[in-house]
T-cell receptor
Framework: QKEVEQNSGPLSVPEGAIASLNCTYSDRGSQSFFWYRQYSGKSPELIMFIYSNGDKEDGRFTAQLNKASQYVSLLIRDSQPSDSATYLC?????????FGQGTTLQVKP | SAVISQKPSRDICQRGTSLTIQCQVDSQVTMMFWYRQQPGQSLTLIAT?????????ESGFVIDKFPISRPNLTFSTLTVSNMSPEDSSIYLC????????FGQGTRLTVV
């Protein structure tokens, strides 16, 4: 079992819709959870981080964490074509990050 | 937040040679991390660089192939030794802060 799992996609949504990206992890001791966005040929860019169960909202982005289910998700409201990228889920216990394989999101105009 | 400067940003190297990548942070940090992203893949942690001690390598990575230096709390280098085409990847450094930031990465092509 991979430590951090994501559906590779591609996930295709129409412009203006809500995109839902999901991630599960195996290490129950994980304490910090991150979502990165990566455009092709670019370095990962941090979008959100979350530590506590529940929801955390920042603009159009909402991160949701459920430690009991070992599940973290990212919702993108009012999706834009510029949101088209690969979204990487990362989990940390001791400072080092373990990444999922990433989900490719395509937002169609 | 932290500003991480990494260089070179890209390089094309001959097989059998070595390349040293530098990572500079604008604040003192305890741990620095080096990751590799192979084409079409996600990021994999190579090693954790601690100031004043040897780096800690992840499974599948060895010091002879990826020697790391950490002379102070703001700087680290990663060397990719005796390169082969399989080493063609993006190499990224990161630091442990509340928010984990990455440098811009080094895109390495081995021919």
């Amino acid at each position: 079992q991979k430590e951090v799992e994501q559906n590779s996609g591609p996930l295709s949504v129409p412009e203006g819709a809500i995109a839902s990206l999901n991630c599960t992890y195996s290490d129950r001791g994980s304490q910090s959870f991150f979502w990165y966005r990566q455009y092709s040929g670019k370095s990962p860019e941090l979008i959100m981080f979350i530590y506590s169960n529940g929801d955390k909202e920042d603009g159009r982005f909402t991160a949701q964490l459920n430690k009991a289910s070992q599940y973290v998700s990212l919702l993108i409201r009012d999706s834009q074509p510029s949101d088209s990228a690969t979204y990487l889920c990362a989990v940390s216990n001791t400072g080092k990050l373990i990444f999922g394989q990433g989900t490719t999101l395509q937002v169609k105009p | 937040s932290a500003v991480i400067s990494q260089k070179p940003s890209r390089d094309i190297c001959q097989r059998g040679t070595s390349l040293t990548i530098q990572c500079q942070v604008d604040s003192q940090v305890t741990m620095m991390f080096w990751y590799r992203q192979q084409p079409g893949q996600s990021l994999t942690l190579i090693a954790t660089a601690n100031q004043g001690s040897e780096a800690t390598y992840e499974s599948g990575f060895v010091i002879d192939k990826f020697p790391i230096s950490r002379p102070n709390l703001t700087f680290s280098t990663l060397t990719v030794s005796n390169m082969s085409p399989e080493d063609s990847s993006i190499y990224l450094c990161s630091v442990e802060l509340i928010e984990a930031f990455f440098g811009q990465g080094t895109r390495l092509t081995v021919v």
